[in-house]
């Protein structure tokens, strides 16, 4: 975002590739290998779904009412509103992603990054940050928390001597 460059929107998910080698190395010596279950599965698979359904549908509605040329007074306006408000939305789009999955997954945490992010981007909007720092903080804030819960396990449940992974 600060750089205005779309190619670095793809470096924001290199980071998954890591998640598997990560998890062998970390989670599955210290407490075992865990398989979900076909329904637990399947409700993921199915909450996947809804989400890129509702992402398909928002680009849809945004490329509708930005991508015509003979904008009505209705769209005009409505583009003007998207226009001023624009990371208030995706802000809120975010906070409901994880409100959504804390109410799925149980992990109250995610009620926080939510609330975190509704008070930091309307804060930040209003104050008249500019919007790469109030991404950043926010990311980095919710990076510190998953450091913080990294090192807290790691001290937790230390690896046995002599214990390999068990998978």
């Not at 600060?2 to 990560?22: G, H, Q």
């Not at 809804?50 to 549908?57: C, E, P, R």
């Not at 009620?111 to 991404?135: E, Q």
Request: charged share 10%; aromatic share 16%.
């Amino acid at each position: 975002m600060a750089f205005d460059s779309s190619a670095f929107i793809f470096l924001a998910w290199m980071p998954i590739i890591f998640y598997v080698p990560f998890k062998n190395r970390i989670t599955v010596p210290r407490i075992g290998y865990v398989k979900f279950s076909a329904s637990i599965t399947k409700m993921f698979i199915g909450l996947a779904v809804a989400v890129l359904l509702f992402v398909f549908l928002l680009g849809t509605l945004v490329y509708l009412f930005g991508g015509s040329n003979n904008l009505s007074p209705l769209q005009t306006d409505w583009l003007t509103w998207f226009r001023q408000y624009h990371m208030l939305v995706i802000g809120s789009i975010f906070a409901l992603c994880c409100a959504g999955a804390a109410l799925l997954t149980g992990i109250r945490r995610l009620y926080a990054y939510a609330v975190l992010t509704i008070g930091i981007f309307t804060a930040a909007f209003w104050l008249g940050v500019d919007p790469p720092i109030y991404v950043l903080t926010t990311g980095l804030l919710i990076e510190a928390v998953g450091i913080w819960l990294l090192v807290r396990f790691l001290r937790n449940y230390p690896i046995a001597a002599g214990e390999g992974s068990r998978e």
